[in-house]
């Protein structure tokens, strides 16, 4: 199990590093699907299969379609070639060295210490989030429930400014026709 989450890390860390170097836009959404699809395969071995699932489902479904049609819409030019210049290249390289960095930082960190250093002694980390001898038995109303109730205006407000990009594409790209 643990070498195949190396697997999907790479996978993700090399698609999303393809995304910021493409110059074609729609190759660049298909590299950030890929990343999506390696994100839901990390969260799947960390056992979260619902997790899972709505990366593949919102993000890597709805999102990038919804993307991939606003980037058809504008109707962008394409390059001859399609890698950034040397600037990108750099930038990407001193990222991936930061992420390697803080990687190597976190390897020394063990669930006791993490533990030790971030648990209040002898408590959990939200006291009091989860009622004594309860158990959550449906993770979807779990998830659900606060959605609709605490973060309805919020989650409506998205889906309008969702809307909001998609007539502004339309009409940009009507514009040009």
């Known amino acids: 199990m643990h070498t195949v989450f190396w697997i999907f890390f790479a996978g993700a860390v090399v698609s999303a590093a393809m995304c910021v170097l493409r110059r074609n ?3 660049a959404a298909m590299w950030l699907v ?5 994100l839901a395969g ?3 071995i960390l056992d979260a299969p619902f997790l899972a699932a709505i990366q593949v489902l919102v993000y890597a479904g709805a999102v990038m379609v919804l993307f991939v ?6 109707n962008l030019d394409i390059t ?14 001193a990222v991936t060295g930061l992420l390697a960095v803080e990687l190597g930082a976190l390897w020394a960190y063990t669930p006791e210490r993490l533990a030790q250093e971030f648990l209040p002694a002898g408590g959990a980390v939200f006291p009091g989030a989860i009622p ?11 998830v659900a429930r606060p959605l609709f109730d605490a973060y309805l205006v919020p989650f409506e407000a998205t ?6 990009a998609v007539v502004g594409a339309v009409v940009l790209a009507k514009r040009r026709i």
């Open 80 to 93: 001859t070639t399609d890698l950034r210049g040397s600037l990108s290249i750099g930038g990407a390289v």
């Open 69 to 74: 049609f606003v980037i058809m819409l504008l």
């Open 42 to 44: 990390i969260f799947v």
């Open 25 to 27: 836009p729609v190759g």
């Open 132 to 142: 004594a001898g309860a158990a959550s038995s449906n993770i979807v109303l779990d």
């Open 159 to 164: 889906s309008v400014l969702l809307l909001a």
């Open 34 to 38: 890929a990343t999506m699809f390696s």
